[in-house]
């Protein structure tokens, strides 16, 4: 239910190991493909995983149902709405795999069933969004994020609050008057941010002077304000605080996080989680 208010990849696969786990795996690649080349041949696939015709044209099937691309003759292309001129999609392939790995952690740890949960329009939460309707948790979730509405809207399980307004095609976001006026009159149990910049002083910073104000709206309106940051944000401060330590319940991170860095987040105080 939606509320609408106001590469190059190398994947080397063992024909002799046809199982569930290979199939996720091929899967997810072709997607992450697609993201940031579209549109796709069955040639190009099938060199790049080392398999039959037969078994891409199976793996695009599947995606195809779960609404992940679009077949055409001779390959597919992705149905991503997101312009991928855009400051997010060039945001995508810096750290994938770590925004993952954040991604999935914070779900698997934080992310209850029937919790009402806030999105901002951060990369790592739209690769959260992707897990969460993977993982088919019912849940309700408020986001300014086209992108992350996008992939929220082909769950069945989860109620969508999009706090819309006029929309802006760089960031891929709503943040004006009217969609703060959502995030105002809402309230959530965990809001997930994605900043660009953890200091040692404590503060949470970002650099997109737009969006400052309603990802503070959505922090006011959070029981619990979880921060998905991988490690080339930590020792950055940007120009606006968004918050400091004392309002962070935690902060997620990878493990490419240097003893430096580490050092910066006790020296803010903040807690923290490292993940693989």
Known sequence: MIHVM???YRF???NGMRNSKFAQERHQKIKDILFSKSPVTLRELCDIFDCSEATIRNDLAFLEKNGALKRVKGGAVSTDTMPRNSRIAARMGVNTN????IARYAVDHFVEPGMIIT???GTTNLLLAQYLVECRIPCTVITNSFPVASVIAKSP???MYLAAGEYDPIHGSFHDESAEE???SSRSDICFISPNGIDGLGNITNSGLSENSIKKAMIRQAS???ILADHSKIGKSELKVLCTSGSV???ITDSGISIQQKDILEKGRFNYYIVD
Do not use: G, H, P
């Not at 770590?98 to 790995?101: T, Y």
């Open 98 to 101: 770590e925004k993952k790995a």
């Open 119 to 121: 999105l901002d329009s």
């Open 224 to 226: 619990k304000l979880i």
């Open 182 to 184: 959502v995030i105002a």
């Open 157 to 159: 399980d989860i109620t």
């Open 249 to 251: 319940t935690c902060v």
């Open 6 to 8: 106001a590469y190059n």
């Open 12 to 14: 080397v696969y063992n």
